[in-house]
Each structure stands twice: as C-alpha cells, then as structure tokens.
C-alpha cells in the first residue's frame, strides 16, 4: 500500500510570513500532483510535477520533486489570508495497463491570519 | 464552463434510505473516478472508470455502493440503505489518458451527503 505523509498537519501564520509544508513516501511515484481545497468545495489543481529534482514557480509558490520521486515541498513567500486553505499532496503511480489510482496524503491545514 | 460538475450539491437522508448522486466529468476525458472524503482527511479513492469500464474498486466500496458509467459519459454512484457512516463528501474527478501515463485529475465540487 502506498502512502503519503503530510507534515505539518496544521499550520497557523501572521500574513507576509513564508512557510513550507511537506509530503513525503516511501514509495515512488511518476508523479505528484498539489492541491487546494476551501471547505465545502472539491480540490483545485495547483501543480503537477513529473521529474525528479523539478522545481515549479506559480506566482509566490514554489513547488519541489525530491530526486528519487518520493517527497515535495511546497514553499509560500509572503502569505496572504487567502492563501488558507487545505493543501493536498497526491502520488501517481501507474501499476500496470490496466490498474492505478491516485493516493493522496491527509493534507496541510493552513490559516493565514490577518 | 467545461469543468467537472457533481449534483445534488448537498444531500440528506434518513439511515436506510437510497441515494445516487452524479456526475458529468470534462467532456473530452476518458477516465472518471469517484472518492469519498472524511472531515480532516484526504479523498480516499473508491473506483475508476476508463470510458464505460469500470477498471478498479476500492475495499471501501460495500456491496451497498454500486457505479455506473453507462455511455462513457456521466457516472452515477448509488448508496443503498445508508448508513451514518456513510455520510460524507462523494468527489468525482476526470482525466485524460494518453498511454500508460495518466494526466491530472481534475474534481468536481463535491457532493455532501449527511445520513441521519
């Protein structure tokens, strides 16, 4: 079974402060995917990373694929309140022709005070 | 707007009762997948389609759940005689397979089912 860590689980800032938070396996996959969900809503793709070592910029976030494909963080400079929100992590690995599904982590719970 | 809409948006029903919600994915993709979602948890995934096919269950998913994707298109999940455990968020997402790659799930908003 694979599985996905997500650290910190929750994770409380003033705005304009920068974080990183993180999801990590022991297993490898061929890719990752960060989302980010407000309550009530379903997930919203943020990135999806393919290659070991990759780094991803979208505006203030920067996504990073560990180089053995098992881990990324993800770093915010200068938080904003609505960056608050759930971030998930999920793990892509295709196991044969036929068969895969996504695995996700549990997920960061970040609030950005004002 | 093209993205992946669920519906009802929000259900509630008495324990035993029958539910099914839907849903239409992006239109131009093949594989559909359903996951439920627990208060402070991750989407745990349930099953996929890849067009008409229904490819793989989950464990999570009882005898008393059943989906149908019947024309390759919209997919309908059905939960007979609901349980309160049952209750909680139903994710539809979609993608578009090339090879034995498979693009990015893109979700729907999610259908809220409260059992009483």
């Known amino acids: 079974t694979q599985l996905l860590e997500q650290s910190p689980q929750f994770l409380s800032i003033q705005e304009g402060e920068n974080l990183t938070v993180y999801c990590n396996s022991s297993s490898v996959f061929s890719s990752l995917q960060w989302y980010r969900q407000e309550p009530g809503e379903g997930p919203v793709l943020l990135v999806t990373v393919v290659t070991g070592g990759e780094v991803k910029k979208l505006k203030r976030l920067t996504f990073q694929f560990g180089d053995a494909r098992k881990d990324s963080s993800l770093h915010i400079t200068a938080a904003q309140t609505g960056d608050t929100g759930l971030y998930l992590c999920a793990g892509n690995n295709p196991r044969d022709n036929y068969g895969q599904n996504f695995v996700f982590g549990p997920g960061t719970r970040l609030s950005v005070l004002p | 707007d093209t993205g992946v809409s669920q519906n009802p948006r929000h259900k509630i029903t008495k324990r035993g009762q029958n539910v099914t919600f839907r849903c239409d994915p992006i239109?131009?993709?093949?594989?559909l997948y359903w996951y439920r979602q627990t208060l402070g948890q991750g989407p745990e995934f349930l099953t996929y389609f890849q067009n008409e096919a229904q490819l793989e269950k989950s464990r999570l998913l009882s005898d008393r759940f059943s989906a149908e994707r019947p024309k390759g298109s919209f997919s309908t999940l059905e939960i007979q005689r609901t349980e309160q455990g049952d209750s909680a968020m139903y994710l539809c997402a979609s993608s578009f397979m090339t090879g034995w790659y498979t693009d990015t799930q893109y979700f729907g908003p999610g259908t809220r089912l409260t059992v009483l």
């Open positions: 239109s131009e993709h093949n594989r």
